[in-house]
Nanobody
Framework: QVQLVASGGGSVQAGGSLRLSCTTS????????MGWFRQGSGKERERVAA????????IYADSVKGRFVISRDNRENTVDLQMNNLQPEDTAVYYC??????????????WGRGTQVTVSS
């Protein structure tokens, strides 16, 4: 079983911030691009942000550009998502995953443990 553990979620008011962190095994992390995804209630899972193996490039969904920042620590095998100016539409369960570096799609269909983010207006 692939180990991907996301943490840092919580409940905030609109305009607030949260920082998510994902830890995973070296098997998943080393040499792979990484991404953050989210799935709101009744919605399909969508990619929020992704990052290259060395920290660049970074890509973002249009809905989060200018508000979210993805980063990674290659020594600790972690990938973080700083989320600022959160809005109610950001409410979702957030997951991290290894992704293909050519098209940013998930490497595996194993999402591990997500973290709930709830934003109230």
């Amino acid at each position: 079983q692939v180990q991907l553990v996301a943490s840092g979620g919580g409940s905030v008011q609109a305009g607030g911030s949260l920082r998510l962190s994902c830890t995973t095994s070296e098997y998943i992390f080393n040499g792979n691009c990484m991404g953050w995804f989210r799935q709101g209630s009744g919605k399909e899972r969508e990619r929020v942000a992704a990052i290259g193996t060395g920290g660049t490039p970074t890509i973002y969904a249009d809905s989060v550009k200018g508000r979210f920042v993805i980063s990674r620590d290659n020594r600790e095998n972690t990938v973080d998502l700083q989320m600022n100016n959160l809005q109610p539409e950001d409410t979702a369960v957030y997951y991290c995953a290894g992704v293909r570096c050519d098209n940013w799609t998930p490497l595996l269909n194993d999402w591990g443990r997500g973290t709930q983010v709830t934003v109230s207006s």
